[in-house]
């Protein structure tokens, strides 16, 4: 009986996942992450007070996920697919992520 390689397997997993990266989310150095929601609470929460909006625990969950895959020095684009909302809520949802995500994906340099 043959043994296999495992270790060997494992390499070529990981070369395929590099593949798969640059195949499915980088294009010309630009990392894009599509997203598509069907209402406004997939991307704010729904205990959320006006003016004091917050990102949806999922999403945030998605969008970490999605990221690590992706090196820390390729720029990254969040592409949301949507046909339900106002442009109130798109600005709303543009400057939480924004606000919310800048220290967790490296808009904002943080303090030391």
């Known amino acids: ?58 999403f945030i969950e998605y969008l970490r996920r999605a990221a690590s895959f992706i090196s820390d020095e390729c720029p990254m684009v969040l592409h949301i697919i949507e046909d339900c909302l106002t442009k109130d809520e798109q600005k709303i949802i543009r400057e939480v992520i924004s606000y919310e995500l800048a220290y967790d994906f490296g808009i904002v340099e943080q303090e030391e």
């Open 1 to 58: 009986m043959k043994k296999r390689n495992f270790t060997r397997l494992f390499d070529l997993k990981q070369s395929h996942i590099d593949y798969r990266v640059r195949r499915e989310y980088i294009r010309n150095g630009i990392a894009t992450i599509f997203c598509r929601i069907s209402s406004y609470n997939d991307v704010i929460t729904a205990y959320s007070a006006k003016d004091h909006e917050a990102v949806n625990l999922d």
